[in-house]
């Protein structure tokens, strides 16, 4: 069971801060799940669409300019990270779960990841996931190599009959959806069943009965010492 540290490893530092990759990769992750939104061509990792709740700015992120976000605090003195500082902290020491958060995110995702293979970025070491279905479309489109995984907060009709149609590498689904026969659907089409957020013992321990492949937590230590 894979274990994905949520916005880095937000039960321990400001989510979606360098500060909480760093923590992320301490523990010992496998991947790294993020948010990204463009805002001036910049990618931000940030996951609310408002500044209010993680940082001392006011407003919708997409109408703010880049130096202004730059300028507010993500908590304990850090910055709102853009992506390229992550990768360059991460230094595929684990992989990156880029999750598309805002508007017409596919485009300048695809373009980052593509000057990012020139410097040695493999198709495993990336994985691109989000609730907006045809972002992902969009991005399998513009770069067939990508993985891509569609988040799901309710156990769809069909079960993974429609990530199979998108080409997805994995499905990405709530605590809330999960069944027996979403996973076993999922893995007799070959993909990859991954479940958002496993924090408390008891989840963990359903998690593995229900033999998913992997979790995001807040708390990366707890999943790895359930792996032991
Ligand atoms: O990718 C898993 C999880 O991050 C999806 O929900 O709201 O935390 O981005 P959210
Ligand atoms: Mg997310």
Sequence with gaps: MLCFG??????????NTLLSMQKALELGVDWIELDVYVVEGKL?????ETLERTTNGTGFVVDQTFDY??????GQGQKIPILEEVFDLVQKKAGINIEL????????????????????????DILISSFKHEELRKIKALD??????????KTPEGYA??????????????????????????????????????????DIVRMRS???????????????????
């Design 144 to 153: 067939p190599r990508l993985r891509i995984g569609p988040l799901i907060s």
């Design 161 to 202: 009959a429609f990530a199979e149609s998108m080409g997805a590498f994995s499905v990405h689904v709530s605590l809330r959806a999960v069944t027996r026969a979403l996973v076993e659907d999922a893995h007799d089409r070959g993909l990859e069943v991954y479940v958002y957020t496993i924090n408390h013992p008891g």
């Design 69 to 74: 976000l730059r300028s507010l605090d993500a």
């Design 44 to 48: 931000m990792v940030i996951h609310d």
């Design 210 to 228: 229900l033999k998913v492949d992997g979790v995001f937590t807040n708390y990366p230590e707890r999943i790895i010492k359930e792996m032991v």
């Design 101 to 124: 958060k805002g508007p017409d995110t596919a485009g300048p995702v695809a373009e980052f990841i593509e000057r990012y293979r020139l410097k040695g970025l493999t198709d495993e």
């Design 6 to 15: 949520h916005r880095g490893a937000m039960g321990h530092a400001p989510e």
